[in-house]
Nanobody, 115 residues
Framework: QVQLVESGGGLVQAGGSLRLSCAAT????????MAWYRQAPGKERELVAR???????YYADFVKGRFTISRSNGKNTLALQLNSLKPEDTAMYYC?????????WGQGTQVTVTT
């Protein structure tokens, strides 16, 4: 069964931190490009960070220096450490896997940052 399950979202004050996790099954995790996206109400889904199977990261400019993406191929998990959170980081965060023409998405985890 192909599945991505996110966890770790929540409510946090500005300046705080959260750690999101994504548990993957059935996708050949170690060979996949993995990514985190987010979507705020009324806005399009946007790429937050991406990590190749070899461990090369890419970050959107709006999270550079604040968020860190990581993976454990042994545990089939993807993580996103969110530091120095801002109210504009409030969104549903989605884990995704990509290979060829295939895109797999999780159900999302909500991050809400208050002032």
């Amino acid at each position: 069964q192909v599945q991505l399950v996110e966890s770790g979202g929540g409510l946090v004050q500005a300046g705080g931190s959260l750690r999101l996790s994504c548990a993957a099954t059935g996708i050949g995790f170690s060979n996949r490009v993995m990514a985190w996206y987010r979507q705020a109400p009324g806005k399009e889904r946007e790429l937050v960070a991406r990590l190749t199977s070899g461990g090369t990261p890419y970050y959107a400019d709006f999270v550079k220096g604040r968020f860190t993406i990581s993976r454990s191929n042994g545990k089939n998990t993807l993580a996103l450490q969110l530091n120095s959170l801002k109210p504009e980081d409030t969104a549903m965060y989605y884990c995704s896997a990509h290979w060829g023409t295939v895109d797999v998405w999780g159900q999302g985890t909500q991050v809400t940052v208050t002032t």
